[in-house]
Nanobody, 124 residues
Framework: QVQLVESGGGLVQAGGSLRLSCAASGRTFNSYAMGWFRQAPGKEREFVAAINWYGARTSYSDSIKGRFTISRDNAKNTVYLQVNSLKPEDTAVYYC?????????????????WGQGTQVTVSS
């Protein structure tokens, strides 16, 4: 089992940047593929980005491609989401999710664990 704790969210002006972090417990972090999802008020959770076990492969949703970058440091049991050129429509709670199966997945039901989320608010 793995526990996930997100951090790094906050209030930022449009055009600004943040780096979200997700720290995972356990000794087998490199056996989990990771994903970032977000959920805005009144909307369903949507896929943002995913990364495989060793970080060799990544995928992104079209809405954030070119602005966000997912990465991981297996030595630190941490996955990151660098978010640049933020827009008000990026405002949401951002969740980190983990799955035991390798590969890239863009649906939340394909993940086994998730954290409590970190709030990102972008002002215009």
């Amino acid at each position: 089992q793995v526990q996930l704790v997100e951090s790094g969210g906050g209030l930022v002006q449009a055009g600004g940047s943040l780096r979200l972090s997700c720290a995972a417990s356990g000794r087998t972090f490199n056996s989990y593929a990771m994903g970032w999802f977000r959920q805005a008020p009144g909307k369903e959770r949507e896929f943002v980005a995913a990364i495989n076990w060793y970080g060799a492969r990544t995928s992104y949703s079209d809405s954030i491609k070119g602005r966000f970058t997912i990465s991981r440091d297996n030595a630190k049991n941490t996955v990151y989401l660098q978010v640049n050129s933020l827009k008000p429509e990026d405002t949401a709670v951002y969740y980190c999710e983990a799955r035991r199966k390798d590969g890239l997945a863009d649906a939340s039901y394909e993940y086994d664990y998730w954290g409590q989320g970190t709030q990102v608010t972008v002002s215009s």
